[in-house]
């Protein structure tokens, strides 16, 4: 268990544990309040408040309950609520959401890299206003070194991961407590009066506050996401126990300072720590905003695979970079994509302050939706009262679009980067469910039934030759296409014939028993399924060793793969709007070969041909 901790610490906890070095500073920035007791003590309350119930009422009590097999996540929590409803409209509405929540995570990812590292390093400015031009070119080193690290895996440092985080917090929690201890009149902000105060004698103003105060729960999302990696208990115990009191600490003791010294607004989290500290307290922050852009980086790597998984995105190429873990992954294209993103934003911004008018808009707007996901998994999965549902939900949902309402004020100001970024994926994610969905009706529409077929083969007709052919199909009920076109082209049939069909289920991983099933259909066919969760490796070779026990021995050396490959054309007939064709075609051309995808030996494929409209 404290390994687990450990490593939570250095995982899961990296986002949300380094908010304080800019949280405190943007809630006056921009908002125009006055930096007098009553102000500050009324932040310290919101801030204390939606750490206590975002995160730890809402995600680590709550939502952390509704486990898929012991993974987390959107994708998991959207898989939950689908399985509990019966409705078609109903199970669309839960997809759509399951969707949109990934796609805003991907606009999370962008920034939260960039704020983080821009912010530690613009700690420099403390130590001395000399370095300040170096500040972004020293940013952009940083990342473009991180990402050009990716390909490496997170395995060979991960093991300094926790123990770094574990210093981080330490220190966050020393530096806020010294000043607690010097003015511990700062500790009245726990009354949640302060915060209410706020809205009575500002109104408007303070309403605006939120867009900054939710920056200090931006990274609570993660706690339920690498729920999968670590368990429930550990992320749970590392909250409560360490993560929790040492963000409190920090932010009290910043309030603190402000109270007494306001001059530190420039940068209060720097100022916590005497002069002969401060370079060393930009080495450590910049050491923990790294870990935590590793996290978010590792974490839509993930998000990735699963969106494969699952056919909500075309196949590209995945390195596993650990032997052990099946969740460490490098998707080369992602990964460039988002350091071309991130870089865009750091020049583009130029400052952490000018980020967090950007920040906060995706992540709000993913808890807005990972609430209504967990009220519809309580109500039909829990069997909690309707009334208990609506009660507990209601008021979580009314703080999730009371900060997501504030954020949405930070749009022209940068805040359409990030919905700007989620609208894309969104819509091409879409696209590609549709079009595929579109394309296997035009694929199956006219397919022989499979037991037709079998009736016409005779032992003279047509030819018999040596070896095993496997076909993939999307439909093992009716002839493949590929199986077809061998015929009509070679005019011969192998003496085994393999259908095979794999499924990605919407669990994150298929058990053994129902991962192979083999089905003799005579004649020598066999009708083959292979079952994966969205977690798992489709290794195709792998898998067809369990049909052994079945009695189908697969020797790879005398097995030949038949491929089919669609040239899609477009369509004025009913199918794809005209708008989405091109973007359809357009992510076809860039899927990974399902040779590659598969894990299936190059020199044992045929790919035969066909034009589809869509």
Request: proline residues 6%; charged residues 15%; glycine residues 8%.
């Amino acid at each position: 268990m404290p390994a687990l901790v450990l490593g939570a610490l250095g995982v899961v906890y990296g986002d949300i544990g380094t908010s304080p070095l800019y949280t405190m500073r943007e809630s006056f920035t921009h908002t125009g309040l006055p930096l007098d007791e009553p102000t500050i003590l009324g932040i310290l309350s919101l801030a204390t408040w939606a750490l206590i119930i975002v995160v730890t009422l809402k995600y680590v009590l709550l939502v952390m309950r509704a486990d898929n097999k012991g993974e987390g996540g959107v994708l998991a929590l959207g898989t939950l609520a689908h399985r509990g409803l019966s409705s078609r409209a109903g199970n669309r509405a839960i997809m759509a959401l399951a969707i949109l929540g990934m796609a805003l995570f991907y606009g999370d990812s962008l920034i939260t890299p960039a704020i983080s590292v821009l912010s530690a390093v613009e700690g420099l400015k403390v130590v001395t206003p000399v370095l300040s031009p170096y500040i972004v070119p020293i940013t952009l080193a940083v990342l473009t070194l991180l990402f050009l690290f990716q390909r490496q895996g997170t395995g060979r440092v991960g093991i300094f991961f926790g123990p770094i985080m574990g210093v981080w917090f330490a220190t966050l929690a020393v530096l806020g407590l010294i000043q607690v201890l010097h003015w511990p009149d700062v500790l009245r902000a726990f009354n949640p009066l302060y915060g209410a105060a706020l809205f009575v004698d500002h109104g408007w103003v303070a309403f605006l506050t939120l867009g900054a105060v939710v920056l200090a729960v931006t990274g609570a999302e993660a706690l339920y996401a690498d729920m999968g990696h670590f368990g429930r208990a550990p992320i749970r115990i590392a909250w409560l126990y360490l993560v929790l009191p040492a963000l409190l600490l920090n932010y009290f003791g910043q309030g603190a300072m402000l109270l007494h010294e306001p001059e530190t607004l420039e940068n209060p989290f720097f100022h916590l720590a005497p002069d002969w500290a401060q370079l060393p307290l930009v080495l450590l922050s910049t050491a923990a905003t790294v870990i935590a852009s590793q996290a978010v980086i590792s974490g839509a790597f993930s998000l990735t695979r699963q969106a494969v998984q699952l056919g909500y995105l075309p196949r590209r190429e995945i390195r596993h970079t650990s032997e052990h873990e099946v969740g460490q992954v490098y998707i080369p294209r992602n990964n460039w994509l988002l350091l071309i993103g991130v870089v865009i934003l750091v020049i583009g911004f130029g400052s952490s302050s000018n980020l967090a008018a950007a920040y906060g808009v995706s992540v709000t707007g993913a808890m807005a939706i990972d609430t209504i996901l967990a009220a519809v998994v309580a109500w039909r999965l829990w069997r909690w009262n309707p009334l208990l549902v609506v009660a507990a939900f209601s008021i979580l949902l009314v703080i999730d679009l009371a900060l997501f309402g504030a954020t949405l004020l930070k749009v022209p100001d940068g805040g359409w980067f990030p919905l700007l970024i989620a609208a894309a994926v969104y819509t091409l994610m879409t696209t590609w469910r549709r079009g595929r969905r579109i394309l296997a009706e035009r694929l199956y529409a006219d397919a022989l039934p499979m037991d037709l077929f079998l009736q016409r083969v005779t032992p003279q007709s047509p030819q018999r030759v040596a070896g095993t052919a496997i076909f993939m199909t999307g439909n093992p009920d009716v002839v493949p296409h590929a199986l077809l076109h061998n015929i009509k082209h070679n005019r011969v049939l192998h003496e085994r014939v393999v259908v095979m069909t794999v499924i990605m289920e919407e669990v994150p991983r298929v058990s053994p028993d129902r991962a192979v099933l083999v089905e003799k259909l005579g004649k020598g066919f066999f009708r083959v399924v292979l079952r994966f969760g969205y977690l798992e490796q489709p290794h195709i070779p792998r898998a067809l060793e369990r049909c052994r026990r079945f009695g189908l021995h697969l020797d790879m050396m005398e097995t030949s793969f038949f491929l089919g490959r669609e040239t899609l054309i477009p369509s004025r007939s009913t199918g794809l709007p005209g708008w989405r064709e091109p973007a359809f075609i357009l992510l076809s051309k860039t899927a990974l070969s399902a040779t590659e995808f598969f894990c299936i030996p190059p020199g044992r494929v045929v790919e035969l041909g066909t034009q589809v409209e869509i």
